[in-house]
């Protein structure tokens, strides 16, 4: 089956999203239908900021290590491209797609807080990507992270109109993250011609209620890292604490 086959409408693909090799094997062995990064986490795992502070080559060097441990589909988060010009992105996803990835994420945010990249000129950067590679390129839009909730109803025509842009430009899926309001979650799925992929945060509907507003692919995003170190944490407070109680 392939990559683009599994974004299906209603039956979502579950990406459980990894840092390095040791959590792509993990999240594999316990029955993974494909393997996703995660850039918050990747960066954070090697001690880099989000928002392309981490190095590209350093980039590669990871998912390389990835795929020597697992030959299940990969998806990297390829943030904004790692460069400056259309050429230039589309030479870096032509390195990842070399390594045998299969998909990439592309925000329109311009990091790191840079605010929104114009759609038109997203556009660009995603045709060249598809006149250089197959990769299933899971296009992002950053409106509804870099809003508030309140706003996001008002934000729905215009991402919308840019998941439009996106996909006569070349995009197979279209991601926003943010967005955690069911009905309009339902509206994106309903009016794009893109499969929808929404990110489960801890203040997201649950699964089966994404499944139920159609949407296609669900990822957890930086969550699963997060939730890692902080049971790392934990562990090392509960197996110290004889410290503290003998002080």
Request: with cysteine; aromatic share 6%; glycine share 10%.
């Amino acid at each position: 089956m392939s990559f683009a086959s599994l974004h299906q409408p209603g039956n979502p693909l579950i990406l459980f999203n990894i840092w390095d090799a040791g959590s792509a094997r993990a999240v594999a062995e316990a029955g993974a239908a494909a393997l996703a990064t995660g850039s918050a986490s990747v960066a954070g795992a090697l001690g880099y900021a989000d928002g392309q502070a981490l190095p590209f080559d350093l980039l590669l060097t990871v998912v390389g290590r990835i795929r020597a441990v697992s030959q299940l589909p990969l998806s990297v988060d390829f943030e904004a491209g790692y460069a400056d010009t259309p050429q230039g992105v589309a030479e870096n996803a032509a390195r990842l797609a070399s390594l045998g990835v299969v998909g990439i994420n592309l925000e329109d945010g311009i990091p790191p807080e840079g605010g929104i990249r114009a759609a038109h000129a997203q556009a660009e950067l995603i045709a060249a990507i598809r006149a250089n590679s197959p990769l299933f390129i899971n296009a992002r839009t950053d409106l509804f992270l870099q809003n508030p909730a309140e706003r996001h109803g008002s934000l729905v025509a215009e991402a919308l109109e840019r998941g439009r842009i996106y996909a006569e430009a070349g995009a197979n899926g279209f991601f926003v993250p943010g967005l955690t309001d069911p009905d309009l979650i339902a509206t994106i799925c309903r009016e794009s011609s893109l499969p929808i992929n929404v990110m489960k945060s801890p203040s997201a509907p649950d699964i089966d209620q994404l499944a139920a507003a159609g949407v296609a692919r669900v990822s957890f995003g930086p969550f699963p890292w997060r939730d890692a170190m902080a049971g790392l944490v934990q562990a090392f407070r509960d197996e110290t604490s004889f410290q503290a109680n003998r002080a």
